[in-house]
């Protein structure tokens, strides 16, 4: 079992910065890959950025691309999302989430493969 807490999320203008991170609970942080999702008023959660066991492979989906870097420290058992250059359209509830069985690319970018989620952090970006 792995309880997962998100902090730092609050109200920022655009093109503005937030660090958002995710702390977990367990001895075994290093064998999950991590996921940050989010979920804006009205629409489906959608996938944000994820990262592989040991931090070197970092994925993100298009509209992200340049301004979001996601990183972990499993000495810490925390994961990061640095967000750069926000937008009023990145406004939305911020997710981490812990996947266990995921070793695909494609499994990265899926809310299926991870088991495990934290209870969100508000990230609002004011235009």
């Known amino acids: 079992q792995v309880q997962l807490v998100e902090s730092g999320g609050r109200l920022v203008q655009a093109g503005g910065s937030l660090r958002l991170s995710c702390s977990a609970s367990?001895?075994?942080?290093?064998?999950?890959?991590m996921g940050w999702f989010r979920q804006a008023p009205g629409k489906e959660r959608e996938f944000v950025a994820a990262?592989?066991?040991?931090?070197?492979?970092?994925y993100y989906t298009d509209s992200v691309k340049g301004r979001f870097t996601i990183s972990r420290d499993n000495a810490k058992n925390t994961v990061y999302l640095q967000m750069n250059s926000l937008k009023p359209e990145d406004t939305a509830i911020y997710y981490c989430?812990?996947?266990?069985?995921?070793?695909?690319?494609?499994?990265?970018?899926?809310?299926?493969?991870?088991?495990?989620w934290g209870q969100g952090t508000q990230v609002t970006v004011s235009s």
């Open positions: 989430a812990a996947g266990p069985t995921i070793t695909t690319a494609q499994a990265m970018g899926s809310m299926r493969g991870y088991d495990y």
């Open positions: 367990g001895r075994t942080f290093s064998s999950y890959a």
């Open positions: 990262i592989s066991r040991s931090g070197g492979i970092p």
